[in-house]
Nanobody, 123 residues
Framework: QVPLVESGGGSVQAGGSLRLSCAAS????????MGWFRQAPGKEREGVAG???????MYANSVKDRFTISRDNANDILYLQMNSLKPEDTAMYYC?????????????????WGQGTQVTVSS
């Protein structure tokens, strides 16, 4: 399988925004569930957002109303728009894909994921 490749991470101040991208060539939107998870040092992986095969989206409570997941099906790119960032959002962010059941809580356990992109939010 072609690897997923994330980009767009960086360092921002609290209240700022970032948009993460994930090149997902070969991961058809009608076949794969996709999503984003994050992992901070010393913490468990946490599902952040997911997008179902029908385009419906789901979010962790901690990011709801601040983050938006979307997909450009024509170009096979998955996005995560992150607004009103908080220091607690600091983590490595990964995009992931799976053929199974779509649920944002399952995203950290999806079968395919990329190398990650670092997001650092300072107060």
């Amino acid at each position: 399988q072609v690897p997923l490749v994330e980009s767009g991470g960086g360092s921002v101040q609290a209240g700022g925004s970032l948009r993460l991208s994930c090149a997902a060539s070969g991961y058809s939107a009608t076949t794969y569930c996709m999503g984003w998870f994050r992992q901070a040092p010393g913490k468990e992986r946490e599902g952040v957002a997911g997008i179902d095969r029908d385009g419906s989206t789901m979010y962790a409570n901690s990011v709801k109303d601040r983050f938006t997941i979307s997909r450009d099906n024509a170009n096979d790119i998955l996005y995560l728009q992150m607004n009103s960032l908080k220091p607690e959002d600091t983590a490595m962010y990964y995009c992931a894909a799976d053929l199974g059941y779509c649920d944002y809580e399952r995203v950290p356990f999806y079968n395919y994921w990329g190398q990650g992109t670092q997001v650092t939010v300072s107060s």
